[in-house]
């Protein structure tokens, strides 16, 4: 939303290009692992690392300095070290003024920017030469041949002008979308603090004020380090002189963030408050100096051209493997996310949240191929499986091991595993700037699967068995004739970073090992580059990163300004809340505008509860299950042993998975050669109970988790309620508790193989799925929420692919996510942890574990085995 | 038995049998600085040597989180233990090795593992060694809450506990690299050695009933590659090659530049009197000294002031030769520096890594006119 397009990052690899390097929950050495190197070798070239996050995490172990935050307070944090930067005028003033949308007036009245049209009788939008205008419905080019950012004259009408403070004039003066960077017009230094009063054509004068003061009366009033202090649990020290560090390294500081900390609700606010810390300090858009949000490898724009294997005109099919396709849309994309909410739009009270635009369709059948995530690993999956699965009809699914989401697909595609792929493909990553191909195995198939391809064109070929009509199967032509490379290369020709590559090539180069680089504009790939250093402008309507969002729907919800939203249920305090005190822009709609009650804090109305509370009033506040006997703060972050919802999958890698590794499962009790577990800090520990190797009880809200309806369906609540061990974990905060993503859950026949064979593996026995965890899983806790601020039809944004921007839906870069996974929750001993199911687990028994370590273990740790010291080196 | 020198200890020390340096002795030096724990060299290892039956536990490589992390059970906290607080003079070893420390009649002190202390081998993963605490939010250099991740392999030790420890000599360390051996034909498991072993890498197998070992992947080392876990290493930590014998050190051989020249690289508990071959570079951000000092000895401090002097680019040769770490899956005979350019040859005198200190930047046309195409960074 500030870029106007779906996120920023850079090549990893430019972090040796950088003298500073933030990393918000962004655990780089776990989760980029193949790009570690470039961070420990930045360290060996100078630069210092900086890690925030609830624990002493893997990649502190590779950090110059760390600083612990509270779950999901990074926009706090973040805010708090822009208000020092504000407060000392250590902020980048030309980059500021000429790239950010801080200088541009906000209207007192109607808390919406301050148009041309508004002030100037018969004012006429510019003309812009760094956008191609077109009529609604105009064909534009393949994205190859885009020279510049595309908009409809609909849309460029609606953008207007927008206008700052002439400080040499002492008048208003109007900048457009063309006015980035160098083109800002040189007569004009714009005020970024004070307030001014306009003349409106009709006569009535308007205060106004630039976005930068609105932003610092609310930090300077609601974000001070001791305030942030207050929310986030970081030392005042570690505000200021991490901000202080930051605004003396302008073009030389990194912000990374990482999965962590976007998994929480309102995850996006902390994008737009870094985003702000490095727009201050002039951080964007530099080799050394830029922000990267790093969720997953989500960025298909790089294959720009992949709307030629996409969008393909089933009705004009191209079978010329030497001609592009003919493009045209037939499909609408939604979110998934209404599918994981119980196939439902977000309508509370009076309100329907759901942009028209963002409207979902119930869903009849799902058909996919992989994507655990969608089912097997979604969020409140048990919940999906009792209340969702059974209002769709046929559930298709792809997959070469089986996973929960094959435990209840109605039909289950045994499909090539990647190392036997017997056609061709092709990748890139968000990380780096490598073009791969998918080289053909030499391998012979294990059993007999097919590739994922072959499946949907043989599906295809059966419609025309069916119906008579070639088009199914021609639609498919090259995959059926044994090589797809020209639908690849027709992907190729059509993107901007692959066209003038033959696939043939990079095959060939990539069967030796060598992969091709992505054409980008620079090597390495900085998004923001061309913004910064050419003045080209962003993907916004002023053209500026815009830190202020005057849609209607962001004014209602409180989101105009740049805030910090306490979690929606991730948190100790009251949830949801905005952490501001009263601010005249800051009028968020009340539950009564819902015709909610605003002391209705069930899980479903916090959603579009908007709050507003001090700092004080935050850290005084509690999480209203506390009362219940509710502790701890439960994340489920992504870690170096498996790969998202591929779930830890072989014996051999899940032996390594954490502490409870035995291949010889001396305990019985255990699912699997290893398990799942939840870590919490040893004084934690003491005072629940439980010692460390216990099985334990993880409850979260009782209202919707494990599954709404919990409480007459025992049968299904018997396998959800979720059972795991506890690991004492020195490394975490008190009153937080981390549990990894990955294990594969339970399922309905895991929990009978668990019960019934006579090895006691979680195991089903018919399909033999092997759950990492007896009862439950890390799903039991968590749901899937519907965010108001991700569902506007309001939202201007580049599409995925190429340089045209829209405005609402947009799949991938402008819709609900599925990203929370964030929950409150009590812990209950249930059984002893001793290997007989008595009794402490072994390694505590032995005295080798915090907490109950013996006298050698405890000399062993200071190091008291060597008396006396040496001196100089041998 | 015999008087031999062992360098790490900067004296004499009794050993079963005399002095018999290899030519050169294959030999590591790990980054702990770099290491990741990505476990990928345990991987490489284990799919490649230890999946066969009667080898589900054995972990020839794996890689533990210091200080709670061990594989078996607190392997070291027991050697360390049974050898008793110990000290240094300077750089002379002033206590007792495992052999001195034998009581009369044993040739070393050992202890046998059991069966469940190889279970939970990632123990301890990720955990520092203090719990947090409200003082410890906010952590700089030195950190006084820390962890970190050390990898092992066997250490092809110059004084090998296993090898004198066998009654049948059933195992020999090789002349022409020193890898160490157990030749199986010849073992009867009586597990000698594995009590032996002061870092517990000799494993026995109870299917095929003899013991087995890093092998060093002497099969890929005899053609010029790298071992699996080595070349497989994706911190790039693990810099592989041939240690010179003391007196024959080449400042171009990048294992005797960052043993012998910088001592960068430090023996792994060297008061147990094995002389490891395995080195460790020791982390920087640690501030326990005490604990540093008890697992690499002295000169580990020195170790870490010249690692930040590269840092800070007062040293530019170790920096690129620790740049040069798994750049190449052949062995490094020799290398070079040249201005920002790294060179280095194998065995063979093949140049087979030349790459810059830094990667250039590169800024391409916005429109290429032949190819007729728009470059983006955003696309």
């Known amino acids: 939303m500030v870029t106007g397009q779906q996120s920023l990052d850079f090549d990893l690899s430019t972090a040796e290009n950088s003298n500073l390097i933030t990393l918000w929950g962004m655990n780089w050495i776990a989760t980029k692992m193949p790009e570690g190197h470039w961070l420990t070798e930045a360290r060996l070239h100078g630069a210092k690392v900086v890690t925030i996050a609830p624990e002493y995490q893997s990649t502190t172990c590779k950090a110059d300095r760390h600083v612990t935050i509270r779950t999901a307070t990074d926009s706090a944090f973040a805010l708090g070290m822009a208000q020092v930067i504000m407060r000392d005028g250590t902020y980048d003033e030309k980059f500021v003024k000429h790239h950010t949308d801080l200088p541009l007036l906000v209207r007192a009245d109607t808390k919406a920017l301050l148009h041309a049209k508004d002030f100037i009788p018969g004012y006429e939008n510019d003309t812009l030469t760094t956008v191609q205008v077109i009529e609604p419905g105009e064909a534009v080019a393949l994205a190859a041949g885009q020279d510049r950012q595309i908009v409809t004259s609909e849309l460029r009408e609606e953008w207007g002008d927008q206008v700052v403070w002439n400080t040499r004039t002492g008048a208003p003066a109007v900048v457009t979308h063309d006015n980035t960077g160098d083109n800002f017009p040189r007569n004009v230094d714009p005020a970024l603090e004070g307030e001014f009063t306009v003349t409106l054509v009709d006569g009535s004068s308007v205060k106004v004020r630039p976005v930068f003061d609105a932003i610092k009366e609310l930090l300077d009033s609601s974000y001070t380090p001791e305030q942030v202090e207050m929310v986030t649990w970081a030392p005042v020290a570690a505000i200021e002189e991490l901000a202080a560090d930051i605004a003396a390294n302008p073009t030389k500081t990194l912000f990374a963030m990482g999965m962590g900390p976007n998994h929480f609700f309102n995850n996006d606010n902390k994008d737009r408050a870094i985003l702000l810390l490095a727009a201050l300090t002039n951080n964007i858009g530099h080799y050394g100096g830029s922000v990267g949000s790093y969720s997953g490898n989500y960025r298909l724009g790089t294959f720009g051209g992949i709307t030629q294997w996409t969008t393909e005109d089933p009705f004009d099919i191209t079978l010329d493997p030497e001609a592009p396709a003919k493009s045209k849309k037939h ?49 409140g999956h048990h919940d999906v499986v009792v209340n969702t699965l059974p209002k769709i009809e046929m559930i298709i699914h792809h997959e070469w091991y089986w996973t929960a989401s094959c435990e209840y697909a109605d039909v289950v595609f045994g499909v090539d595993a990647w190392p036997e792929r017997q056609m061709p493909d092709v990748y890139g990553s968000v990380t780096n700037s490598f073009l791969q191909a998918w080289v053909v195995t030499p391998m012979e198939r294990v059993f007999e699967t097919l590739d994922d391809m072959q499946v949907n064109a043989l599906i295809g070929q059966k419609f025309t068995e069916l119906t008579g009509d070639q088009r199914f199967t021609d639609y498919w032509r090259f995959v059926l004739d044994g090589d797809p490379s020209p639908y690849i290369q027709r992907v190729f020709d059509a993107g901007n970073a692959t066209k003038g590559y033959r696939f043939s090539d990079l095959h060939e180069s990539c069967k030796k090992g060598t992969p091709f680089y992505m054409m980008f504009r620079t090597s390495p790939k900085v998004l923001g580059w061309e913004q910064t250093y050419e003045s080209k402008p962003w993907y ?195 009153k937080v508790a981390r549990a990894w993503f990955h294990f594969h859950v339970s399922s309905y ?115 008291g085995y060597i008396e006396t010291q040496g001196s100089s080196n041998g | ?207 095929t009933r003899v013991s087995e070992k890093c092998v060093f992947c002497f099969p890929a080392v005899e053609q010029g590659i790298q071992p699996r876990c080595m070349r497989n290493c994706i911190g790039k930590i693990r810099s592989f090659g041939f240690l010179s014998r003391p007196e024959e050190v080449r400042e171009d051989n990048p294992i005797d530049f960052l043993v012998h020249v910088r001592k960068v690289g430090k023996p792994l508990y060297p008061q147990f009197g094995t002389e490891p071959n395995v080195y460790y570079i020791p982390p920087i951000h640690v501030a326990s000294d005490d604990f540093l000092t008890m697992m690499f000895g002295p000169g580990c401090l020195d170790a870490i002031d010249s690692y930040k002097k590269a840092m800070r680019g007062d040293d530019p040769k170790l920096l690129a030769v620790l740049l040069l770490a798994v750049s190449t899956d052949r062995i490094i005979h020799r290398y070079k520096l040249s201005g920002e350019t790294i060179e280095a040859w194998d065995e063979n005198g093949d140049k087979v890594v030349s790459m810059p200190l830094k990667v250039p930047t590169l800024e391409r046309v916005p429109y290429d006119e032949d190819l007729e195409v728009y470059r983006y960074n955003i696309t």
Not at chain 2, 176 to 183: R, W
Request: proline share 6%.
């Open chain 1, 749 to 863: 026949g895991s929990v009978e193989g668990h019960e019934s064979r006579e090895d006691g593996l979680a195991r089903n026995p018919r399909t033999d799925y092997q759950s990492g965890y007896r009862y439950g899983s890390h799903q039991s806790v968590t749901r899937a929420w519907l965010r108001p601020t991700l569902m506007t039809d309001s939202i201007n944004r580049k599409e995925a692919y190429g340089q045209k921007i829209g405005k609402g839906f947009e799949l991938d870069v402008y819709c609900a996510d599925g990203a929370p996974k964030e929950s409150f929750v009590k812990f209950t001993k249930a059984e002893d942890g001793g290997e007989d199911g008595t009794g402490t687990w072994h390694p505590a028994a032995q005295g080798f574990r915090p907490g109950s370590e013996n006298e050698a273990m405890t000399k062993f740790l200071a190091g």
């Open chain 1, 331 to 379: 499909w609408k994309g939604e979110s998934a996310h209404y599918y994981n909410y119980g196939d439902r739009p977000l309508k509370l009270g009076n309100k329907m949240f759901t942009g028209h635009s963002h409207m979902p369709t119930p869903t009849k059948t799902m058909h996919f191929a992989n994507s655990n995530s969608l089912l097997g690993n979604a969020k």
């Open chain 1, 540 to 734: 916004t309507k002023s053209g500026r990163l815009e830190f202020y969002r005057d849609e209607p729907e962001f004014i209602e919800y409180g989101e105009n300004l740049p805030v910090h939203r306490e979690a929606v249920d991730g948190t100790h305090h009251e949830p949801g809340v905005i952490m501001a005190a009263p601010h005249p822009l800051l009028i968020p709609a009340q539950p009564s505008d819902y015709d909610l009650d605003i002391d209705d804090l069930s899980t479903e109305m916090r959603q579009v509860r908007h709050v507003m509370r001090t700092a004080e009033e935050i850290a005084e506040s509690t999480h209203p299950l506390m009362a219940d006997g509710f502790s701890h703060v439960l994340y489920t972050p992504k870690y170096r042993h498996a790969c998202h919802s591929m779930g830890a999958s072989t014996d051999a890698e899940v032996l390594i998975f954490g502490p409870f590794g035995d291949f010889y499962r001396h305990d019985k009790r255990k699912p699997w050669v290893s398990e799942g577990y939840v870590d919490m800090h040893p004084d934690d520990a003491v005072e629940l109970g439980v010692q460390d190797g216990d099985y334990i009880w993880v409850d979260a809200d009782p209202a919707d988790r494990p599954f709404k309806g919990w409480q007459d369906n025992p049968e299904a609540y018997h396998a959800f309620r979720w059972m795991v061990r506890a690991r004492v974990n020195p490394s975490l905060a008190p």
């Open chain 2, 1 to 207: 038995m015999a008087e031999v020198f062992n360098w790490q200890l900067n004296r004499m020390m009794a050993y079963p049998y005399e002095e018999s340096r290899p030519v050169r002795q294959a030999a590591a030096v790990f980054d702990t600085n770099k290491c990741i724990g990505c476990q990928t060299c345990t991987m490489a290892c284990k799919t490649c040597w230890t999946s066969g039956n009667g080898q589900e536990y054995m972990l020839w490589n794996n890689v533990e989180t210091k200080p709670w992390g061990s594989y078996p059970l607190a392997w070291d906290v027991r050697e360390l233990e049974l050898l008793g607080p110990q000290n240094w003079d300077g750089d002379t070893y002033a206590g007792k090795t495992i052999y001195e420390a034998a009581a009369a009649g044993e040739k070393n002190i050992g202890w046998i593992p059991t069966d469940m202390d190889y279970a939970y081998p990632n123990r301890g993963e990720d955990e520092v060694n203090v719990s947090i605490t409200t003082q410890r939010y906010h952590l700089k250099m030195p950190h006084d809450m820390w962890f970190f991740y050390l990898p092992r392999v066997c250490n092809h030790c110059t004084y090998a506990a296993c090898l004198q420890g066998c009654p049948r000599q059933s195992i020999y360390k090789r002349q022409e690299d020193g890898i160490v051996l157990i030749d199986e034909e010849r073992c009867r498991g009586y597990r000698v050695c594995y009590e032996a072993c002061p870092y517990k890498k000799v494993f026995y197998n109870h299917t």
